[in-house]
């Protein structure tokens, strides 16, 4: 009988001596660390970097649960200025991932074939080349308009005299309308390689869309 109950104090003691063991963490196990870099890319690795002290992190058991946060430190100017430039370049890459689906769902309901992009395109250069002739025209007539002018003041810049007034206003003038027309020109044929790189880019992803969708 008293061997019975030595027997059973033993098995009761190995019994709480195992559970206690359960509830430690097995030595040599492996810890897996995830943090979060100064641009907000999202890491994982067995040690952590000495850069990231004071930034946070989490520790990881093999099954990927969370044994252990540790709570970022007070950011300095430096961190708080790396995340926001972190945060503002995300903000952008999303904004531009929206434009950019706007832009193919307005690309596939618009157009059905890629020679529908070339009429298109060719409607809004014909435009655009109307509008450039005109102001070629006005920069002719401005250059009629100085070279008469400058016909008329030559006799009296010759003699060394004043030459009227109204000659001279009127090639003052004409110098303005060539300077600003001439800029115009140089506007208008600027938007019109826009217009042609425009509908060339957009003819290029069109193709990009229906090859995927096929």
């Not at 450039?132 to 006799?155: G, H, T, W």
């Amino acid at each position: 009988m008293a061997r019975l109950d030595v027997t059973r104090r033993s098995l009761t003691s190995a019994t709480l001596l195992l559970i206690g063991l359960a509830g430690l963490p097995a030595w040599g196990q492996a810890t897996t660390y995830r943090w979060v870099d100064e641009h907000g890319r999202v890491h994982y690795g067995d040690v952590m970097p000495g850069q990231q002290a004071g930034r946070g992190h989490s520790e990881l058991d093999r099954q990927g649960r969370v044994l252990r946060e540790t709570e970022r430190a007070r950011l300095t100017p430096a961190d708080r200025q790396a995340r926001e430039e972190a945060q503002a370049r995300q903000e952008e890459a999303l904004r531009r991932a929206e434009q950019q689906q706007r832009h193919d769902r307005a690309l596939l309901t618009t157009y059905v074939s890629e020679q529908e992009i070339d009429l298109v395109r060719d409607r809004a250069m014909e435009l655009e080349a109307l509008r450039l002739r005109s102001l070629k025209a006005r920069l002719a007539s401005a250059a009629e308009k100085l070279a008469y002018s400058d016909a008329q003041i030559a006799p009296y810049e010759r003699a060394g005299k004043p030459a009227p007034a109204a000659f001279t206003q009127m090639r003052e003038e004409a110098r303005a309308e060539l300077a600003r027309t001439g800029e115009l020109i140089r506007q208008r044929e600027q938007a019109m390689e826009q217009v042609r790189q425009r509908f060339d880019a957009d003819k290029a992803r069109f193709r990009e869309l229906k090859a995927q969708m096929r």
